[in-house]
């Protein structure tokens, strides 16, 4: 390794804002248990299918119902 590096002509990550945000969210056990059966039929970790499921709400405007 160097002593010391030149970022002088360094630029700013274009993917940097596409970054996640590690978060801890409490969910019941019933939807782990359908997603984590989810990523064991499509092959994609349950995590992920949850961030997709969430964006997919984002994206079309879906807000939850409080019907108790």
């Not at 596409?18 to 978060?23: A, G, I, N, P």
């Not at 994609?44 to 997919?56: E, G, R, S, T, W």
Request: with cysteine.
């Amino acid at each position: 390794m160097r002593k010391s590096y030149d970022f002088s002509k360094s630029k700013k990550n274009p993917y940097a804002k596409l970054l996640k945000q590690q978060v801890t969210i409490r969910l019941e056990k019933n939807v782990i248990e359908y997603f984590k059966a989810l990523a064991d039929e499509t092959g994609i970790a349950y995590q992920v299918l949850i961030n997709l499921y969430l964006k997919d709400c984002v994206n079309s405007g879906k807000k939850p119902s409080s019907d108790w």
